[in-house]
């Protein structure tokens, strides 16, 4: 894992990250949704701006999001899981996956969410979070995973194509109201997602 030390200049390069501790990545539990709805908000404000439109992002509450985030850790089981990484006990990121009753574009699994704060991005935590996710819902059976980014999204995108995901379609949909364009990435093998070592 690559991380910047403290004396480096942030600013020179914006692909530099700030981790300068260690990183520490656990299953989440139902004691962390409200870090993770704040890390979710922070997120999405952070790389949506533009793509969605700014009154729906400064409306988010995390009063909201931390009721839904406390319903989904409490159905955890080996076939939907939660994962967080933290830095020096503050949690700066997590990804979630689920095992799909219906297969999508005949795939098995979804990764459902990854979002990791801007300040500790280009430290490998998204890939270390996107790796345990593959690994407990291939161990509950699934032999494949998607995901669905936002077109728009070209720093996700480059993310996990970045990590030999395929890209399988685009479509159209629906989130609050919003009309938006949302593009699939997927892994046919998911053993394969274990074995990634490129840092990202």
């Not at 400064?58 to 939660?82: F, H, I, N, Q, Y």
């Amino acid at each position: 894992m690559s991380v910047t030390g403290k004396g480096q200049n942030k600013d020179r390069d914006p692909d530099i990250t700030n981790v300068v501790g260690p990183v520490t990545v656990r299953r989440a539990t139902v004691d962390d949704a409200a870090l993770i709805a704040q890390v979710r908000i922070d997120s999405w404000r952070a790389a949506y701006r533009g793509m969605i439109p700014d009154a729906y992002l400064d409306g988010m509450k995390v009063e909201d999001s931390t009721r839904m985030w406390t319903r989904v850790l409490s159905a955890a089981s080996d076939a939907a899981c939660t994962y967080v990484a933290e830095v020096d006990g503050e949690l700066v990121g997590f990804a979630a996956g689920i095992t799909l009753a219906e297969r999508k574009l005949d795939f098995d699994a979804e990764l459902t969410a990854l979002y990791v704060l801007p300040s500790a991005q280009r430290a490998g935590i998204g890939r270390r979070l996107l790796t345990e996710v593959a690994a407990t819902l291939g161990a509950a059976g699934a032999p494949n995973m998607l995901v669905w980014v936002l077109a728009q999204n070209k720093k996700a995108r480059d993310f996990y194509a970045h990590l030999d995901a395929l890209l399988l379609a685009e479509q159209t949909f629906k989130w609050d109201e919003l009309d938006l364009i949302e593009v699939a990435y997927g892994w046919r093998d998911i053993q394969s997602i274990g074995k990634i070592t490129t840092v990202s």
